[in-house]
Structures are given as structure tokens and as C-alpha cells.
């Protein structure tokens, strides 16, 4: 076969829209230098637009360094890394030139920033269809910020994790800064709003400023077999539908590895529903050492002042809600644990967690929250969980501070909710005085384990939970605790099997 018979085959391969393939375009042909110092940025939007002239294709990206500001993809265009392709994100203050204009889509009160705006990143698709970017590529987000302004609610209580609480306002505003400071920049590595038929796959982030891949509303799409080594969130799933995230190793030590949202960033309450989650390794070591291999643990603390993070959650912003979620078959090492979280109105469904391995979990290993954080227009009620099924966890060196937690509200507690076949080792060494502790009710703040302090039970600790079912959970520590292992505070309907510690268990107000 021809050089361009082989590529031919693989990119119908590689493109799920198999026709779309026989139109095969190279960036070269289109100027693209590939040396590292020439923005290549035309040459790329030029081929696409060609592509999209001729009904669709695939954009050939050969190898070579492509140092780019934002590319727009378009319907039945997609594009092809060949392995040693490297699309590096310009730095505006060096390279020249910017990155697309954030949309002006007046206030945002209710989300920041990051999660507002789509077409200020190195790769953005608004209203996409069937569009794939694959193969053994490299997209190196070094020019792109971690920063941008929180959002504009007028409340502020919860916009922050109380772990933040006692930062100067100059810490703050290090990491948020105000909108004007963003023009030009680029926040994002790849950017998806209202897309449909989408195929992420194959290749590799390295950085990508606040969230290495954000897609809103965007239904029927599929992330397979990412690396991601981020400095901030990796993968954000807000308000999707038919999505599915497998085989992806994503390390992310100062924020979410994946992180399902259902926010008001369309401009109304959408529920995020049919997601699978599976397969996938997260992670909360040093930046950039997954990639590199030696795996780093020196880095002690997230921005937000708790410990990495690192981890799948559902949250924060709730407010359309998640139905039909499964997450199976996932790792978490050196990361927070598995949060399920619904503070911003909005019902948690039918949502299975199983076959999950975690080690040095960092806070929690289980956190599910309901909460009245409430950030909302007026109005915004409070959420409410039903059919949570969790099984088939292992997790060891958890941070002795923080048991598992379900924790809800009075009058809306955390309901319907099964634990089956956990076992959980803890690192130990609570004392007399955490376990004399009485955790604040706290209804308003940002959700995080760390939220009510350190917890008078070591291993699990419930308060405000109706029809809880525990069914062979077991628990060890590593060192003694002068905690007892379970802490219970108005709880109705608990049906418990196979459970060793169960009757040491203690029943508080």
C-alpha cells in the first residue's frame, strides 16, 4: 500500500462515519509548517473549512509540533493525529496572536467562568455533528490558563469549599482572576457545546488549563482510551445525554479527574442521564509524573487546601439533575474517593457504582451529599437521591480523618441508598477528642468531605439517611482510633446483613 492508502485505512478506521473518509486532507497542504515556532493555526481552520466545503472529511495532522491558537472544528469534519503529532496551545503573551473571543452571553450568575464559555479554548466545536478526533497524538496545553473569574452569584455562601475559608482575598484572586484579565486566552484544550455523534479517542493531553475537555448538552458522545495529565479538571460531562467514558487513564491532582455536571450554563435546568463511566484509572499525582511514570506524591495539597484530588464525581452543580449513571470497573489511586453530590436542586437517579479498587484515598472514599447550597435563580429547590447502588468496592489507605459519609438534610435526607460488598481499610489514629466531635450542620457550604471537619466515626458516618442498605460491608484500620466505627444520626429504614461492626455502632441527635 501507498503512504496515502495507509493513512486511507486509517482513517476509516479511526472515523466512525466511514464515508466521511474518502476525502482525505493533509495540514501541510494548507501551509502548515509542523516546526513548533510557526503558527499553524490557519492551515488548520483552512483545511477544515475545505473539508466542510466538500461535505465532510478527515484532516490529516502528520507528524511534527503545530503550535496553534483556536482551531473550529465543524460538522462531518474530523481530525487524525499520526503518532508524533503534537498540536501545542500558543501563549498569547509570546506567540502573537490570541484565542477566540469568549461568547458574550450576558451574566453568568450560576457556574464560572471555565464552564460558561466554549469557543475561547484550542479546540472548539459549537453545534458539531459527527465529528471524531482520534489517533496517537499529543495536544501539549502550555499556553493555555488554569485560571478565570468564579461565578457572579450573588449568594457566595458554598461558592467555595470551606477548606478555602481561612485564604486572603490576594490567594484568591491567584486563582480567579477578574473577567477582563481572560481576553484573548484560552482556557479549555478541547471545547463541545450542543454537539451530537462525537468520538474523542486515542490520544493524549499534556496540561489543559481549567478543564482539558468540556462538553455541554452534547449528546451521543464517546471518550475512549485518553491520557490526560492536567493541572486542573480533566473531563466535565455537563447536561449530556448518551455519553460513555472508557479505558482512559486521567491524573489530576488539583481538581476532578471526571466530573458529571448538570449546571445552568445553556441557560436552563438539563439533566445529564445515560452515562457510563468504565474502565477508566484516575488519579491525584504530582502534574505531570503519571505521564512521565514515576507517578510523584510530594505535592500535599490541592488549591482549595484539602489534599489532591483526583477523582469521579457527580457534582457540584446539580441543578438539572443525573439519571441512569454507571461507573464500573475504575481505579483511583492517590485521589479523593467517589462523590456524589446534589446541592444545587435537582434528583440523583438510578446511579450504580461498582467494581471499584482505590488506594491512599485521600479524603472520603464514599460521599454522597445532599445539600442546600441552592445556586439557583429563585426558586431553586433542594435535590433528592433515589436508587444509589454501590458495590463491589475495595479501598485501603484512607486518610483516617474522613469515613465513608452519607449525609443529608433534615427533612431531605439521603434516601434510598445500597452499600453491598465494601471493603474498606482505613490508616487510623482518631482520638478522644474527634470522637467526642459534634460536625456542623453546614446546609449551604460548597460540598466537600472535609466540610464537616474530622468525623467521630472512623469508619462510616450517616446523618439525615432513610432506607440505607448495608450488605456485607467491611472495615479495618491500620492503627487504633479511640472512634467508634460507625456514627448514626437520625436515620429511618436501615436494613443491615453481614455487617461485623454493625453493633458497635453509635446512634446520636
Known sequence: MTRRELLAASAIAAVPFSALAETLLDVRDFGARGDGKTLDTYAFNAAIVEAARRGGGVVHIPRGHYRCFSIRLASRVSLLFEAGAVVIAADPARDGGQYDAAEDRGPQLYQDFGHSHWHNSLIWGDGVEDVTISGPGLILGTGLTRDGPGARWHAQTGERPLSMQHMSAAEIAK??????????????????????????????????????????????????????????????????????????????????????????????????????????????????????????????????????????????????????????????????????????????????????????????????RIGNRARGPAGTGIGST????????????IDHRYPAILAGLPGRPVNDVTITRVDLGFRGGGTATDAARV?????????????????????????????????????????????PPIVIGNAADMHVADTPLWPQRRIVK
Request: aromatic share 4%.
Open 175 to 368: 486563582l480567579e482572576s477578574d473577567e477582563a484579565a481572560m481576553r484573548g486566552l484560552g482556557d479549555k484544550a478541547i471545547a463541545l457545546r450542543l454537539g451530537r455523534r462525537i468520538r474523542l479517542a486515542d490520544f493524549t493531553i499534556s496540561r489543559g488549563g481549567h478543564i482539558a475537555i468540556l462538553a455541554t448538552g452534547t449528546e451521543a458522545i464517546e471518550i475512549d482510551n485518553l491520557r490526560i495529565d492536567a493541572e486542573r479538571d480533566g473531563i466535565d460531562l455537563d447536561a449530556v445525554r448518551d455519553a460513555t467514558v472508557r479505558r482512559c487513564r486521567i491524573n489530576t491532582p488539583n481538581d476532578d479527574a471526571i466530573v458529571l455536571k448538570s449546571s445552568l450554563a445553556l441557560g436552563r435546568p438539563i439533566a445529564a442521564e445515560n452515562v457510563t463511566i468504565s474502565d477508566c484509572h484516575v488519579s491525584g499525582y504530582d502534574l505531570g509524573t503519571m505521564l512521565g511514570g514515576s507517578n510523584g506524591t510530594t505535592q500535599q495539597l490541592a488549591p482549595d487546601r484539602d489534599r489532591p484530588t483526583g477523582r469521579i464525581k457527580l457534582g457540584t452543580e446539580s441543578n438539572g439533575g443525573y439519571r441512569n449513571v454507571l461507573i464500573e470497573r475504575c481505579r483511583f489511586d492517590h485521589s479523593r474517593g467517589l462523590a456524589l453530590e446534589t446541592v444545587d436542586g435537582g434528583d440523583m437517579e438510578n446511579v450504580i457504582a461498582r467494581d471499584l479498587v482505590m488506594n491512599d484515598v485521600t479524603t472520603a472514599p464514599i460521599f454522597v
Open 386 to 397: 433515589r436508587g444509589i447502588r454501590i458495590a463491589d468496592v475495595k479501598a485501603t489507605g
Open 439 to 483: 460536625p456542623p450542620a453546614v446546609p449551604t457550604a460548597y460540598p466537600e468531605p472535609s466540610m464537616f471537619g474530622v468525623l467521630p466515626a472512623w469508619g462510616l458516618w450517616m446523618r439525615h439517611v432513610h432506607a440505607v442498605t448495608l450488605d456485607r460491608l467491611t472495615m479495618i484500620i491500620a492503627a487504633p482510633d479511640a472512634r
